[in-house]
């Protein structure tokens, strides 16, 4: 019996197998996304003393990535609404390609910046055009959980780079150790061409978006696409995206702009969503954390461990997002997360701010005694559960459904390239801000977590079960 058949008997509205499959795929950006960001985790200290480089510039190598993201963002919500949703699929899968090679190959700190950042640019795309997309192919009922999927592959890309560079780093005995005719930590690297290629052929496999399509006046193509998600509805649905397209032409950016030649109160809604997600630290726990546990007294080997086990807390938890998002709402989840991120951030502050200091290596850190290292363990991945099952799935399901058609893909573009705007200012000053204190640090963190709560409950508006054509 085929799924369409199966639909109806169940009292859906749609073909859940085909849904999933068209997200799924889509989501493959957000893979690669969470994949090509984090994969630098385990590489961070082989990279800085084999081009032997300082603080600073080990910070910018690890972030340079993320100034392009800005720019693949912009580009990204510019390019979807010129020439479609899968077009930006296989200009990032090809991004992704290069970027893979070539930083593996690197010589330097600045070509290994380059390659970052032609990186940078596919994941930029890709966390505009995959949110897009799914939004615009996903019935409402379920559109919550589909756009959650977005942020499920983020994470499980996470886990995937950094398992891989815990079993790299353990084949050949450390990140810096030869292996395979090269060393470990250039391999980590490497391993990204077999996701990235795989993106691009998969994105082949399934068709425009239905709002695209309609905006390109190919009707019959847009029904086809809607018939084989939804089961009941195709051609009201077809009509109100026709409708909201002639009286929405084409974006530009002065679409962003109001009657009051201000810009629209929801544009600067989904930019803070974008600022208060980086802003809470969440990057400096999946960029730093090998390093940073390293630094408090753990292992290279203990600390690939631990970076690895919240990893899996980050993917357990964003599963509890997704059965919760399309029950209790995007508001109410950010909520409960912002609280819970204040008290863990807190925690940790905390017990930074006490610990004793001593110099390792000739550098001043935290030593964490008994006590304090399993509760600043614990307390990390506290944070890591409250941002998981709220604040990483809510934004982005948020970013793909909050704004109108006109202005959808160009302003989901600006939100993004904020949001990386925000996580290159927080990843590139975590070092300095380290030097400074792990407890200052924290405290920072703690501190924008508390405006994320209020910010919430004053101002981000339910979009919970609301067709995009009535946004």
Known sequence: MTSEA?????????????????????ALGGFLFGFDTSVVNGAVN????????????????????????????YIAGRMAERTGRIRVMLLASVLFTISALGSGFSVGPWDMIMWRMIGGLGVGAASVIAPAYIAEISPAS??????????????????????SDYFLSSVAGGSAEALWGSVA?????WVEVIPAVGYGILALTIPESPRYLVSRNEIARARKVLRSVMTRGVDERVKEIQRTARREARSSIRDLIGSNNKVLPIVWIGIALSIFQQFVGINVIFYYSSTLWQAVGF????ALTQ???????????TLIAIALIDKIGRKLLLTIGSAGMVISLGVMAWVFAIADRAMVDGELV???????GPIALIAANGFVVFFGMSWGP??????????NNKIRATALGIAASVQWLANFAVSTTFPKMADISLGFAYGFYTFFALLSLIFVVKWVPETKGRELEDM
């Open 46 to 73: 082989a990279i800085r003393a084999e081009f032997e480089i300082g603080a600073v510039l080990t910070g910018f190598v690890v972030s340079s990535a993320l100034l392009a993201c800005v720019a693949g963002a």
């Open 142 to 163: 379920i559109r919550g959980r589909l756009g959650s999927l977005q942020q499920l592959a983020i994470v499980f890309g996470i886990f995937v780079a950094l398992l």
């Open 299 to 302: 292992t290279e080997a203990d």
């Open 307 to 317: 970076t690895v086990i919240t990893s899996v807390t980050n993917i357990v938890v």
């Open 185 to 189: 930590w250039r391999w980590m690297f």
């Open 394 to 403: 809510g934004v982005w399901v948020l970013l793909g459904e909050m704004f």
């Open 366 to 372: 935290p030593v964490l005694t008994d006590t304090q």
């Open 6 to 26: 199966i639909a109806p008997n169940k009292g859906r509205d749609y073909i859940l197998t085909r849904a999933l499959h068209l997200a799924a795929v889509a």
